[in-house]
């Protein structure tokens, strides 16, 4: 079952990722430099950029749906349950160590002539 949804989620990316590329731009968009100029005449201009959108819209929420299943279902390894170190409230092995006393620092030449 995760093979699958992986697969259909591949496929559902690369689909989206041609569908978004074919609306146009200011430049013309992709549609333009693959004689995919001819795309608005099967259903005209206007309802041609109406169905890419709206084919963005579902395809996206597609994506985004199956992608929050998967994470919250089918993701493998999923199963194990280990606690950390913080939730298993484990005492430290040593003790800290103390820091050694600071001691003046020598005087030098300079302040031993004033």
Known sequence: MFSFLITLEILISVI??????????????????????????VFGVRRTADFLSKSTTILASIFVGLSIIINLFFLPGKATNVESVIQSGGTPTSAPQALPPVSQPAATPQEKGK
Request: aromatic residues 4%.
């Open 16 to 41: 989206l990722m041609v569908v978004i590329l074919m609306q146009s731009s200011k430049g013309g968009g992709l549609a333009g430099s693959f004689g995919g100029s001819g795309v608005g005449t």
